[in-house]
């Protein structure tokens, strides 16, 4: 109930607020009204509370109706039942006088108030006719007699009651005139600096942007500077033509209903034309058509606000095309592109990116959740040395190349190598951006096959360090010097010291081990190789442990890819053969030597025996002395076998000679007396 109490906003709803004003001051009147009957007329204290009931009920029921926003009905019931309320006791109480024509003329103020001239002018009337009637039925003797008898002092209250309610309206109808002048004024004053404002608005709008005015069927009545600039035409050839003379034909009809729907239902519209200029270039523009309204609601012009895109557009082309290169070049390559925003935490993924794991799913931006996140795919053992890698690179703020190989699990269920590259994003001014732009490529096949390599390689290193010998892959420069690009040292102990990086580093550290007088021998033959590009073959010696070794390098000249040549070899230790060999020629030089004298003693005995003439006691003589010759020849062979025995028990090479031994009957051919030839018997 205490709501419909509440006093209504005057600036905002002037109407609402004289309705409950109103209404208030005729409760306030009413009720001294009523008091003054109870005063003088206490008799009729029935009469006074119907009265008073009939006044709180026009009160609470009009200003209800005020508090809900029906002003309009509260104003006419508010009028209407006052009227009623002053007029119909007018022929209970005696005539016009009783209450008086003072307190219907309130009525009749009341009502201009609240309904206006013609509101205010038909209550007049409508008294008018109604005092009218009842001073006919008082002259005619049909007008009841008087219930109130009043003296001088209550006819005096009964007149200043209404006269203090006119006074009231008085004041609120010239404060109410006061109010409007000034508040015109005001107006005017605005309206003034709203004229230099919008001169301003239309100064800073011509010169900022491309500005038209035209009629409802779309011809020109207005063109700026700027559009005249752009356009290529002048203001007289552009005024009164259709806005067809710009179109380009770059728009399919469908593009412009929107523009259509908005013009007919007479709201604004943005969107962006190409334009035609006078001499055929094409231009953009961002347009905004903005409808002008008359006071009926319905558009009598249009106002364009244009701005120039041209560069714009040109620029979005290059981008578009730049982008769609871009594309091409992932598609080719099979490389699948990614862009993390660390703002947003959103990635863009391509569709290869996708394809690669197997998922089918077009490009997009994708939450970095629910397991799809990079993170959620990385192989257990790969996971937290990848994520260490990316948010070092991260938090580095550094314009250097990200890069790691990890493993991500293809949807069904096998492991994928991939290989990741990204770099931050730069803005205009150089700045880092927080937006990454990267790369996934799938290098699974060169993985196995860098894998089958290193199998081959440990396959190779084995096999070669079970030899008894060093195996070699070098280059050669023209002064002689290896470059070492592999080496093995095998099974043998007897060896160059130095680490097997080392050699690769410094080819010369193999020299460490040679024998002085044979280290030159390196660098000579090896320039040698470098000249003729034939084959590698000599022999020298090294010491180790205070040993004199023999080893034997052999090498292989073979082209790579690119031209170069590359050398493949091995040495191995030859000692064993050395001293073989050296053993024989020791034999053959003994045999040489030594068995030179009796054999010549034996020759002279028999060619003295072979001529004939001798006796028997010469020739016992001379088998006599034939035979220490013999036994010394016999002892000879014998220690000589027993030593070659001896070196060849010793000699590591443990090879069984017997059947070659045996067939050296064919070395030797000697004519019988008869001059046949025949082999030699086995010894």
């Not at 009729?44 to 009920?57: D, E, G, Q, V």
């Not at 269920?413 to 990741?420: A, P, R």
């Not at 770099?423 to 196995?448: A, C, F, P």
């Not at 000692?575 to 010549?600: G, N």
Request: proline residues 3%; glycine residues 6%; hydrophobic residues 40%.
């Amino acid at each position: 109930m205490k709501n419909i109490f509440l006093v209504p906003d005057k600036e905002k709803d002037y109407q609402s607020y004289m309705v409950y004003a109103l209404t208030l001051i005729w409760s306030m009147v009413t009720g001294i009204v009523v008091a003054t009957g109870f005063f003088y007329f206490p008799q009729l204290w029935l009469r006074w509370l119907l009265l008073l009931s009939i006044a709180l009920f026009i009160a609470l029921f009009n200003l209800t109706l005020n508090h809900f926003g029906r002003t309009r009905a509260a104003s006419w019931s508010l009028t209407g039942m006052l009227w009623l309320y002053i007029t119909i006791p007018c022929y209970s109480a005696g005539g016009i006088f009783a209450p008086g024509i003072l307190s219907q003329m309130s009525v009749i103020l009341t009502a201009g108030f609240l309904l206006g001239r013609r509101g205010g002018l038909a209550i007049g009337l409508l008294t008018i006719v109604a005092d009218f009637g009842l001073a006919w039925l008082e002259a005619t003797g049909h007008l009841p007699a008087p219930v109130v008898i009043h003296d001088p002092i209550s006819r005096w209250i009964s007149a200043i009651i209404p006269f203090c309610t006119v006074m009231v309206l008085q004041y609120y109808a010239i404060n109410h005139l006061r109010s409007s002048l000034i508040t015109l004024q005001r107006e005017t004053i605005k309206r003034k600096a709203a004229v230099q404002e919008l001169q301003d608005y239309k100064y800073a709008l011509d010169t900022s942007s491309i500005v038209s005015i035209s009629a409802v069927d779309g011809t020109f009545t207005f063109v700026n500077e700027n559009f005249c600039t752009v356009s290529k035409y002048s203001a007289e050839e552009l005024i009164g033509q259709s806005h067809s003379v710009l179109w380009s034909g770059e728009h399919p009809p469908e593009y412009f209903a929107g523009l259509g729907l908005a013009m007919q239902e007479g709201k604004s519209y943005r969107g962006e034309f190409c334009n035609r200029a006078k001499d055929g270039s094409l231009y953009w523009v961002d347009t905004t058509i903005v409808p002008f309204l008359n006071a009926s609601g319905k558009v009598y012009q249009y106002m364009s606000i244009n701005g120039d895109i041209t560069r714009k557009k040109e620029a979005l082309e290059q981008l578009r095309a730049s982008e769609e290169r871009y594309k091409s070049i992932i598609t080719v390559s099979n490389t699948g592109a990614w862009e993390y925003n660390a703002d947003t935490h959103q990635v863009w993924y391509s569709t290869q990116y996708f394809a690669m794991l197997g998922i089918d799913q077009p490009d997009g931006v994708w939450e970095d959740t629910a397991g799809m996140s990079w993170v959620d795919r990385l192989h257990p053992d790969d996971r937290e040395r990848a994520v260490k890698i990316f948010d070092k690179f991260l938090s580095g703020g550094t314009t250097e190349l990200y890069e790691s190989i990890f493993r991500m699990q293809h949807k069904n269920g096998d492991w994928v190598w991939i290989w990741s590259r990204a770099r931050r994003l730069l803005d205009k001014d150089g700045n880092i951006t927080n937006i990454t732009l990267g790369t996934h490529t799938d290098i699974s096949e060169r993985v196995k096959a860098e894998e089958k390599i290193k199998e081959s390689e440990r396959l190779i290193k084995k096999i070669t360090s079970q030899v008894p010998g060093n195996t070699y892959m070098f280059e050669i420069e023209e002064s002689g010097k290896p470059n070492i690009l592999f080496v093995n040292r095998g099974t043998e102990d007897f060896n160059f010291t130095a680490d097997l990086e080392e050699i690769s580093r410094d080819g010369n550290k193999v020299l460490e081990v040679w024998h002085e007088d044979d280290r030159d021998l390196l660098h000579e033959k090896m320039k040698e190789a470098y000249q003729s590009g034939a084959p590698i073959s000599f022999q020298y010696r090294i010491v180790v442990k205070d040993m004199i070794r023999w080893r034997w390098l052999q090498a292989v000249p073979e082209k790579n890819k690119e031209g170069k040549v590359i050398w493949y070899g091995a040495t191995r230790d030859i000692t064993a053969l050395v001293d073989y060999i050296t053993s024989v020629e020791q034999i053959l030089f003994d045999i040489s030597h030594v068995m030179r004298r009796p054999i010549s003693s034996m020759l002279g005995i028999t060619t003295l025996m072979s001529e004939g003439g001798l006796d028997r006691e010469e020739m016992v003589h001379f088998a006599r002395q034939l035979h220490p010759v013999a036994q010394e020849m016999d002892k000879f062979m014998r220690e000589l076998n027993q030593v070659y025995e001896q070196k060849r028990q010793i000699n590591a090479l443990n090879i069984d000679f017997s059947l070659l031994v045996d067939k050296r009957n064919s070395l030797f051919k000697i004519e019988d007396d008869f001059g046949d030839k025949n082999t030699m018997p086995p010894a």
